[in-house]
């Protein structure tokens, strides 16, 4: 059994920040990437940013020089630390990992329950 929880999530103004965590826990031999994602009503899930495990990250276009990821690999955690949010940036936002549970086992994709983020104008 594997789970990915999020905590972090809030409502915020315009021009605020937010910081949310993702820690991955149960039965894990490795995590390659983890990333997070959202989900703006209507809309589909989009990629706001990834980071492999040995820290190489990607953003989407809209978050960049806003959002910033990181990841603690001692502690099987994910960051998302936002700033200057906007009320685009609203969303339920997601944790995604790539999770290997045994040696010799294929990678499996895990998400997380979702977070919402409410930006207000």
């Known amino acids: 059994q594997v789970q990915l929880v999020e905590s972090g999530g809030g409502l915020v103004p315009a021009g605020g920040s937010l910081r949310l965590s993702c820690a991955a826990s149960?039965?894990?031999?490795?995590?390659?990437?983890m990333g997070w994602y959202r989900q703006a009503p209507g809309k589909q899930r989009e990629l706001v940013a990834a980071?492999?495990?040995?820290?190489?990250?990607n953003y989407a276009e809209s978050v960049k020089g806003r959002f910033t990821i990181s990841r603690d690999n001692a502690k099987n955690t994910v960051y998302l630390q936002m700033n200057n949010l906007k009320p685009e940036d609203t969303a339920v936002y997601y944790c995604n990992a790539g999770i290997r549970r045994y040696f010799g086992t294929y990678e499996s994709q895990y998400w997380g329950q979702g977070t919402q983020v409410t930006v207000s104008s």
């Open positions: 149960g039965t894990i031999f490795s995590i390659n990437a």
């Open positions: 980071i492999t495990r040995g820290g190489e990250t």
